[in-house]
């Protein structure tokens, strides 16, 4: 649309409504509060020396392996008979081998083994994996690791797992970790006090503001494009992605999600697009909302993947704000794919 047709009548025009409650992604609060610490974190940091541990035991029995992916999810480790129970520092974890891939490992290791011995070797296994995680542990607190022979897997409470991808030879497999709540509360924790302690952010908290896109605007139109019933194009794709601005500033782009009913702001890192204002245009913001974010949380917020979750109830109401001061509401639109507004 030119400048002269930006903002019309909502009158004869095929808009619709912006339905966040259906377009928008859920999810959990739990979910959301681990983004920032322990799903972005490198559990391999605080086992610095876990490789070494199986240096020996690879050779005397003359497999290689070579680790491609350490991945924390939030997701249990599957139950089945390659499965068993850990504990740390009192607390309950669950060691796994994923579907099929217990028979693999035994008939890799001891090709051609019995069953009773293919079960013996998958044991051996997960007792020095147990085993190896204590001793390379170099974390703020020494802790007791041990391995409980004959526990039921399927009792212990898991919020969240290390998931590890490998290759045995040539052979891909797959291992996983599961936490307790205080496993996994700990290594969110250690991973938020990284990020806080490696950022040069300022003390001072920060506006963050949830911008949906900026117009310029002629002066001598501004009146009409704040007057009630005015439905204004604003020339961006209806989608979920928006910029999240700290200050005046651009800083990230995110996505909007739906966390229990409240909007949230995934990050995902990538180049910004900065819209051009022409000069003597007052320049409009339409946004969902502004706040107070300190120093730490925004630190913990520049990781991609990472979610702020509002206060803001998911609608589809937003802001019009000039010289960062609200000057009008409207109701987010869609028109022919692209997200226009409705001034109220």
């Not at 499965?83 to 607390?91: D, P, R």
């Not at 290390?162 to 936490?179: A, K, Q």
Request: aromatic residues 6%.
């Amino acid at each position: 649309m030119n400048e002269r047709d930006t903002a019309t009548s909502g009158e004869g025009h095929d808009v619709q409504f912006w339905e966040p409650h259906r377009s928008l992604r859920r999810v959990h609060p739990s979910d959301a509060g681990f983004s920032r610490g322990f799903l972005r974190c490198r559990p391999e940091k605080w086992f610095p020396g876990f490789a070494a541990h199986w240096l020996p035991v690879l050779h005397a029995l003359g497999v290689e392996a070579k680790i491609s992916e350490i991945r924390p999810v939030l997701a249990s480790p599957p139950v089945s008979d390659g499965a068993f129970v850990g504990t740390v520092a009192g607390e309950q974890m669950v060691v796994a081998m994923e579907g099929e891939h217990a028979d693999s490992l035994s008939d890799e290791v001891v090709p051609g083994a019995g069953a009773q011995a293919a079960n013996i070797v998958l044991e051996y296994c997960m007792r020095r994996l147990v085993a190896s995680l204590g001793l390379s542990w170099s974390g703020p607190e020494a802790t007791t690791v041990t391995f409980s022979r004959g526990a039921d897997v399927s009792s212990v409470p898991v919020v969240g797992s290390i998931r590890v991808s490998y290759t045995l030879n040539t052979l891909p497999l797959t291992l996983w970790v599961g936490l307790g709540p205080r496993l996994a509360e700990t290594l969110d924790g250690l991973w938020r006090r990284q990020v806080q302690l490696l950022s040069k952010t300022t003390a001072a908290p920060s506006m963050v503001r949830l911008e949906v896109a900026q117009l310029g605007v002629p002066p001598q139109m501004l009146s009409e494009y704040l007057t009630k019933g005015t439905v204004i194009d604003l020339e961006v794709k209806a989608s979920e992605s928006i910029t999240i601005k700290v200050g005046t500033k651009p800083w990230m782009p995110a996505r909007l999600v739906d966390v229990g009913g409240k909007l949230g702001c995934e990050m995902t890192p990538g180049a910004l697009t900065v819209p051009q204002i022409a000069e003597g245009a007052t320049q409009l913001s339409v946004e969902f909302g502004s706040f107070e974010v300190e120093a730490s949380e925004l630190a913990e917020l520049s990781q991609g993947g990472a979610i702020l979750t509002t206060s803001l109830p998911v609608s589809g109401m937003v802001n019009l704000i000039i010289n960062q001061e609200k000057v009008a509401e409207a109701r987010l639109c869609v028109y022919e794919g692209r997200f226009a507004i409705e001034v109220q």
